[in-house]
């Protein structure tokens, strides 16, 4: 076993026996939403993840360990202490040497899920190019380890904190396919529609899984974004949302907030200034991510065998 990982024995047994296992990240649980809601959010995924026939696998990084399924002592600790470092790609060897408790973003997530050996990973929204970052550079590094590190993500789109179209062209320019689930529209994760299209429409799981694993079969680096909008019911209204999303903004520049405070900050006020609204619609939208990703994960095992 890889020195730096910790795998649980559930994960471990679907990994060796090519079972479908899902991936979910902690930074959502960590930084995303307040407790006891971010608890309750996880545990949740979990259990929709297992009703559909995949194993869970939350993954951390844990007294400097690369934890890949957690326990409720576990994941208890990530939604109630102060001292989470949010993790992405750079921060992971120094978080093992000093033996801290980290939660992971989609890149970090990503990574220790490929290093894990699983394809497939539910979340909520990606990071993506900042509106503002001709000035700002502030660009996730989600975008580059979608490039690079091959793990198909299931997501609601992003948020419009984020420059939608310069997300997408930069996704374009490294070569990272986004697809449609049943939809033509890239979704903005409380909203149905961005303004803007994905590359690809599809409207099966069994089409979702021939894709990705002839992209594996070929070796071609990266991953790809499968974008699963918000269920109808729980759409929020636009310019609810956009008001919102526009005073948070407003907000972190007065404050002159930079780099990785920026998004837990956004959320958190975005989450205050809808009154709890837009953390009810955020739930909704991971849960259905967590159905898909599983049913997608069922499906890749299929293909695979
Ligand atoms: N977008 C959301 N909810 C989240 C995040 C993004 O709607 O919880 C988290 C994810 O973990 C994502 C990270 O990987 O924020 C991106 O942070 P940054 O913008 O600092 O790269
Ligand atoms: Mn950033």
């Known amino acids: 076993m890889h020195p730096y990982l910790e795998i649980s024995p559930e994960v471990q047994e679907a990994l060796d026996n090519d079972r479908p296992v899902v991936a979910l990240e902690s930074t959502l ?4 939403m307040p407790y006891p809601k971010n608890i309750e959010t996880a545990e949740r995924l979990e259990q929709i993840v297992r009703e559909n026939g995949a194993v869970p696998a939350t993954i951390a990084i844990l007294n400097g360990k690369l934890k890949v399924g957690l326990s409720q ?107 449609g689930y049943k939809t033509p529209h890239f979704p903005a994760f409380f909203t149905r529609r961005s303004g803007f299209k994905v590359d690809f429409f599809m409207d099966t799981v069994q089409e979702l899984a021939t894709s990705f694993q002839a992209k594996l079969d070929l070796r071609l680096k990266g991953g790809m974004i ?48 809808t009154e709890g609204t837009s953390l009810a619609s955020n739930q909704k939208l991971v849960y259905n991510n967590a159905l898909v990703a599983a049913q997608f994960a069922v499906e890749l095992s299929k293909v695979k065998a």
């Not at 405070?261 to 975005?270: G, H, M, N, Q, V």
């Open 29 to 32: 649980v960590a930084h995303g």
């Open 73 to 179: 002592d576990e994941l208890l600790t990530l939604g109630t202490s102060k001292d989470i470092y949010k993790v992405s790609r750079r921060d992971i060897p120094m978080i093992i040497a000093k033996k801290l408790n980290g939660s992971t973003t989609v890149a970090s997530t990503m990574i220790i899920a490929s290093i894990a050996g699983i394809k497939v990973f539910a979340t909520g929204g990606i990071g993506g190019v900042h509106r503002g970052a001709e000035k700002s550079f502030d660009v996730s590094a989600d975008l580059m380890e979608l490039a690079n590190t091959r793990v198909a993500v299931v997501c609601a789109g992003c948020k419009s904190v984020l420059d939608i179209g310069l997300t997408l062209e930069y996704l374009e320019t490294h070569g990272v396919a986004i697809v």
């Open 226 to 273: 499968i974008a699963n909008p918000i269920p109808e019911e729980f759409e929020m209204p636009y310019e609810v949302i956009q008001e919102a999303i526009d005073d948070a903004i407003d907000e972190s520049e007065d404050k002159g907030l930079i780099g990785k405070e920026i998004t837990p900050f956004l959320l958190k006020r975005i989450d205050e200034l």
